[in-house]
C-alpha cells in the first residue's frame, strides 16, 4: 500500500544502523519490530496534536476505540495525558505501553 504524505498513521522503524522503515499503519510496523527489529526506535503521529514522537512511556497506544486507520482497526498512539480524553471521545477499551504490545494483542484487532 502507498504511504500518502503527511498520513497521520504512517510510523516509521528506525534502526541504529541508520535504516529507516516507512509503514502505512502502525500495527504494520509493530509486527515488523516484533518480527526482526526488536530494538529498531518507533516514531510515531500523536493522535490529538499530529506530531511525530519517538515512542516513549509519554506514549500509550489505545484498543477497541472506533477510529480507523488506513487498513481499518488499528491501535492509535495517545499521549498519557490524554488518555482519559481518548476514552470519552472514541470508546477506547484499554490501553498498552509499547513493551506490553506482543503477537497476541495484534491479532486480537479485526
Not at 1 to 9: D, P, T
Not at 13 to 29: N, V, Y
Not at 71 to 79: E, F, H, K, T
Not at 97 to 107: K, Q, V
Request: hydrophobic share 45%.
Amino acid at each position: 500500500m502507498k504511504i500518502a504524505n503527511g498520513s497521520l498513521f504512517a510510523a516509521e522503524l528506525r534502526a541504529d544502523d541508520g535504516q529507516t522503515l516507512r509503514f502505512d499503519a502502525l500495527r504494520c510496523a509493530l509486527a515488523a519490530r516484533l518480527d526482526g527489529r526488536p530494538t529498531a526506535t518507533l516514531h510515531v503521529h500523536e493522535y490529538y496534536d499530529g506530531r511525530v514522537r519517538e515512542v516513549d512511556d509519554s506514549i500509550v497506544f489505545a484498543l477497541g476505540s472506533d477510529v480507523m486507520g488506513p487498513m481499518g482497526s488499528d491501535l492509535v498512539p495517545v499521549a498519557k495525558a490524554q488518555m482519559t480524553k481518548f476514552a470519552a471521545d472514541h470508546g477506547a477499551k484499554r490501553f498498552v505501553l509499547l513493551r506490553e504490545i506482543d503477537t497476541a494483542i495484534l491479532t486480537q484487532i479485526p
